[in-house]
């Protein structure tokens, strides 16, 4: 079956735009990761999602950064006032049951270029 | 220091070696997890495990809770084998903690 997808794959913007970026987990998968990366670093965690519920923001850098899942699939992380340290690899993940040391099923990730 | 260590960073292998990756963690986890990440970005769950050994294929992971570490092992090393290799723990809660992961080249 199709696994998580996420768009666009590539984006480059200018400092100071908004941008979304989206992801779309395994059909019935219930729980929704997003994570960033740096070049040459592990993913760090942004926020998770169980169904709609947003249950955790606290890896998101500051107020520029928000998330939404409002009907509990498709997730939008949005960048407002972009600036040239958030680019990095944004990744979305997703997870069949709840929390709890689920296997997380990653997507191939948006990356972010802010010029 | 960072709560999730790897061990080499880097490691380059002749085709056919027995590979062995390391992972260090210093908090009370419920699952460890390794993940591979291919060269054009994607990564890979490869295995998740809270206690002895899983295997799969020529992969095979450990781990020692008491020590709290981790190995993979890698057997019959091949060039499609290179990567990078991230270990990750999760603790009582839903966060996944990453490693920096370490790149594996295996030559020909």
């Known amino acids: 079956g199709a696994g998580v997808s996420q768009s666009p794959r590539y984006k480059v913007t200018k400092r100071g735009q908004d941008v979304a970026l989206r992801c779309d987990p395994i059909?019935?998968?219930?729980?929704l990761y997003w994570y960033r990366q740096a070049l040459g670093q592990g993913p760090e965690f942004l926020t998770y999602?169980?169904?709609?519920?947003?249950?955790?923001k606290s890896g998101l850098p500051n107020d520029r950064f928000s998330a939404e899942r409002p009907e509990g699939s498709i997730s939008t992380l949005t960048i407002q006032r972009t600036e040239q340290r958030d680019s990095a690899m944004y990744r979305c993940?997703?997870?069949?049951?709840?929390?709890?040391?689920?296997?997380?099923?990653f997507g191939p990730g948006t990356r972010l270029t802010v010029l | 220091k960072n709560e999730v260590e790897q061990s080499p960073q880097n490691l380059t292998a002749q085709e056919g070696e027995f590979i062995t990756i390391n992972c260090s963690y210093s908090?009370?986890?419920?699952?460890l997890h390794w993940l591979q990440q291919h060269p054009g970005g994607g990564i890979v769950s490869l295995f998740m495990?809270?206690?002895g050994k899983k295997k799969h294929g020529r992969l095979i992971a450990t781990i020692n809770i008491q020590e709290k570490h981790s190995s993979l092992h890698i057997t019959a090393s091949h060039p499609r084998d290179s990567a990078v290799y991230i270990c990750?723990?999760?603790?009582?809660?839903?966060?996944?903690?990453f490693g920096k992961g370490t790149l594996l080249t295996v030559n020909p």
């Open positions: 999602f169980n169904y709609e519920a947003q249950q955790d």
């Open positions: 495990l809270s206690s």
């Open positions: 908090v009370g986890i419920s699952a």
């Open positions: 993940a997703s997870s069949p049951m709840g929390p709890r040391g689920d296997e997380q099923f």
């Open positions: 990750a723990v999760s603790g009582s809660n839903y966060k996944l903690t």
């Open positions: 059909s019935g998968h219930v729980s």
